[in-house]
Every structure is written in C-alpha cells, then in structure tokens.
C-alpha cells in the first residue's frame, strides 16, 4: 500500500523542484540519501512514550498504530465507523464518525538502521460536535520517517474539533499531507502543534465549498536543535459568505529554522468571504532561523481579507519586569514563550488537551543552563 504522498516522494526530483520545497529542498535532499527500509512491526512501546498519549483527562475511543500497524492490545475495539485495512508496510483508517471523540495515535519505533512507515486516514464528519485527535509520537534511536495522509469531508452542517500534534526527537522525520473539504455550513476547528523532528512538513489543503462554511486553522511550532519544520497552508473559498481565521504562533531556538507559508484565495463568485491570517514568530537565538509568507489572492468584489506576519525576539521589557521579580532569566524565558504560544491553542475547547499540548511545548524548549 502506498499512500498518495507516498507516491509523490518516491518520484523524487520532481518535489525537490517544486517551489513549495524551496526552504526545506536541502532538508529533503539529506533525508532522500539515507536507506530507509520499511519498519517492522514492534514490540508496545515503553512506559516513557506511552506517557505521551496515555492521557487519563482525555476520555475517547483510542486507536494505536506502531510502525504503520494497527496493535489491538494498545487500542479500544473498533467501533461500527471503523475500518482498517492493513498492507504490507502500512495501513489505511477508515473513519465514519457523528458526535464522538477518537484519539488516533501513531508512534515509530526505530530499528538497527533507518526505517519508514506509512499511513492513510480517511474521515467523514457527518454531525456536529465530532472531535478528533490526531497524534505522532517516536521513540529516541536510528533515524525514522512517516509519510501520513489525511483526508477530511464534513458533510452539510457537520461539525469537527481536530488537535493535531507531531511531537518528534531529533532522529524522526514526518511528512504529512491534510486534505479538507466542508459543505455547506460545516464547521472545521482545527489546531495544529509541531514539536521537533529532523524534518516535520505538514500541508493543509482546506476546501471550502459550501455557502456559509467556517474555518479556524490556529497552530504553533516550537524547535530547537537543528530541527527543521515547514508548514504550508493552501485554502480555498469557491463559497459564498464562508470564512476562515488563520492564527499561528512560532518559535525557534539554537540552529532551528521554521517555514511558514500562509495562502489563502477567494476564487470569483465567492462574494462575502471573510479571510483573515496572523502569523508572528519568535527567535530565541542569533542562530535560528524563521521564513513566513502570507498570500492572498482574491478574485471576487465583496471581500473582506485581511493578513499579517512578523518575526522578532522576546520582549526585553517584559523579560526586564519579570527578572527584577526575582524570577531566573531561564524561568522568565519559559513563561513569556508559554504565553505566546497560549493564542493559538486557546481555541481547544478541552482543557485538558489544552493543558497537554502546553506542557509539551515546554517540554520542547532547551533545557536551562546550571545556574540560568
């Protein structure tokens, strides 16, 4: 089984010549000269990583995959929406889901050399008030890539919640492809959190077709190291009276360098759209490095549309106020980054999930200094 993102990899030279590639082509240049032989299946994973989406606040049909194949022992029972179908080095999850919450992990557990897995999930939102999480998590060792797709359809005045949330060491690569289409009056909230990785990539290809359909794409990203993430957002409103609110938050410390294209396009006919984007970035680090590109493209008369972005450093004046606190410049650092970051998540209607993204983009900083 190969998955359409899959497909597209494998053909090479043509990506890495795609202008969508342009900031991360050396990235993927490195990633394409490793051996990556397809990952076998695994034993559970251990307790530590299991603690990363083992949360007891979250209460909600819990499917685990382990190198891109589905492990009953970990996982609730399928439920009647649920299909699984299992290839050779990879999967695809059919879901078909009305009101309810899923919790969708996937975790690669590294081999002696450098392994890839691959997935597909499929979901038709049908009803308000469908929540999905959707999680990537990987073990420390020899270097791992996923290559997931998603594909998202909600259904006439259909409702989704989705938290999405690639929480990566150094060793994992994820490259991740999410594709939306909503109907008329169908809501999509989604919240997307990159935590690390050698190379994270998401592509979040929004629809929007049906008259008086919303969007609110909110997400962060937090890196450090040498690591590497590249968000492109493509939405498109072919609707009349829909809107879509674009807020992202990013951080980069060290050598980390982060990728954030923001497009959005108003096709003809698609009168009364409401578009807005922000994205604001935070440099910890003489070293890290931010690229952000908001585009508009509007070809209809009666637009509102709006966009935004910057890239600065922390506020020395806050830093200032909360030193002479007596707060240590380490703790300060943490506390202004935690509240940057808060904007975009606040939008989770869960507070727990909430409380457990936050804690983890912490957990991503850089580890203080003896004595900072």
């Given at each position: 089984?190969?998955?359409?993102?899959?497909?597209?990899?494998?053909?090479?030279?043509?990506?890495?010549?795609?202008e969508?590639?342009?900031y991360?082509?050396?990235a993927?240049?490195?990633?394409s000269?490793l051996?990556?032989?397809?990952?076998?299946a695994?034993?559970?994973?251990?307790?530590?990583?299991?603690?990363q989406?083992?949360?007891?606040?979250?209460?909600?049909?819990?499917l685990?995959f382990?190198?891109g194949?589905?492990?009953?022992?970990?996982?609730?029972?399928?439920?009647p929406?649920?299909?699984?179908?299992?290839?050779?080095?990879?999967?695809t999850?059919?879901?078909?889901a009305?009101?309810?919450?899923?919790?969708v992990?996937h975790?690669?557990?590294?081999?002696?050399?450098?392994?890839?897995?691959?997935?597909?999930l499929q979901?038709?939102?049908?009803?308000?008030?469908?929540r999905?999480?959707e999680?990537?998590?990987?073990?420390e060792?020899?270097?791992?890539?996923?290559?997931?797709?998603?594909?998202?359809?909600?259904a006439?005045?259909?409702?989704?919640?989705?938290?999405?949330?690639?929480d990566?060491?150094g060793?994992?690569?994820?490259?991740r492809?999410?594709?939306?289409?909503?109907?008329?009056?169908?809501?999509?909230?989604?919240?997307?959190a990159?935590?690390?990785?050698?190379?994270?990539r998401?592509?979040?290809g929004?629809?929007?077709?049906?008259?008086r359909?919303?969007?609110?794409s909110?997400?962060?990203?937090?890196?450090?190291g040498?690591?590497?993430?590249?968000?492109?957002?493509?939405?498109?409103?072919a609707?009349?009276d829909?809107?879509?609110?674009?807020?992202?938050?990013?951080?980069?410390?060290q050598r980390a360098?982060?990728?954030?294209h923001?497009?959005?396009?108003?096709e003809?006919g698609?009168?009364?759209?409401d578009?807005q984007?922000?994205n604001?970035?935070?440099?910890?680090?003489?070293?890290?490095?931010?690229d952000?590109?908001?585009?508009l493209?509007i070809?209809?008369?009666e637009?509102?549309?709006?966009h935004?972005?910057?890239v600065?450093?922390?506020?020395?004046?806050?830093?200032f106020?909360l030193?002479?606190?007596?707060?240590?410049?380490?703790?300060?650092?943490?506390?202004?980054?935690?509240?940057?970051?808060?904007?975009?998540l606040?939008?989770?209607?869960?507070?727990?999930?909430?409380?457990?993204?936050?804690?983890r983009?912490?957990?991503?900083?850089?580890?203080?200094?003896?004595?900072a």
């Amino acid at each position: 089984m190969a998955t359409p993102l899959f497909d597209e990899l494998a053909r090479g030279d043509a990506v890495q010549r795609a202008e969508s590639w342009r900031y991360s082509r050396n990235a993927l240049r490195a990633l394409s000269q490793l051996d990556f032989a397809p990952a076998a299946a695994s034993a559970a994973p251990a307790a530590p990583l299991r603690a990363q989406y083992e949360w007891p606040q979250t209460q909600g049909h819990r499917l685990v995959f382990v190198n891109g194949r589905f492990v009953p022992a970990l996982s609730d029972p399928p439920g009647p929406g649920c299909r699984i179908e299992q290839g050779a080095d990879g999967c695809t999850l059919q879901l078909v889901a009305a009101g309810a919450l899923a919790h969708v992990v996937h975790v690669a557990l590294p081999g002696a050399g450098a392994t890839r897995w691959q997935a597909r999930l499929q979901l038709v939102a049908s009803a308000p008030g469908t929540r999905l999480i959707e999680q990537h998590v990987a073990a420390e060792g020899a270097d791992v890539l996923g290559v997931f797709d998603f594909d998202l359809a909600l259904a006439e005045r259909a409702g989704l919640e989705l938290v999405s949330l690639g929480d990566l060491p150094g060793n994992a690569s994820l490259l991740r492809r999410t594709t939306a289409t909503l109907a008329r009056e169908a809501q999509l909230h989604a919240t997307h959190a990159v935590f690390g990785g050698r190379l994270q990539r998401l592509e979040l290809g929004v629809a929007i077709a049906g008259d008086r359909a919303r969007l609110r794409s909110r997400g962060v990203f937090v890196l450090r190291g040498r690591e590497h993430a590249d968000l492109q957002l493509d939405i498109g409103h072919a609707a009349r009276d829909s809107s879509c609110e674009v807020l992202w938050r990013g951080v980069a410390d060290q050598r980390a360098r982060g990728i954030f294209h923001g497009g959005i396009t108003v096709e003809a006919g698609a009168d009364g759209t409401d578009a807005q984007l922000s994205n604001k970035n935070l440099l910890l680090s003489a070293l890290a490095e931010i690229d952000t590109k908001p585009a508009l493209v509007i070809h209809a008369d009666e637009v509102k549309a709006a966009h935004g972005a910057t890239v600065g450093q922390i506020d020395e004046r806050a830093l200032f106020y909360l030193r002479s606190r007596g707060i240590t410049l380490a703790a300060a650092r943490r506390m202004l980054v935690a509240a940057f970051c808060a904007e975009a998540l606040a939008g989770i209607d869960d507070a727990g999930v909430r409380e457990q993204l936050a804690q983890r983009a912490a957990a991503h900083l850089p580890a203080p200094e003896a004595g900072a």
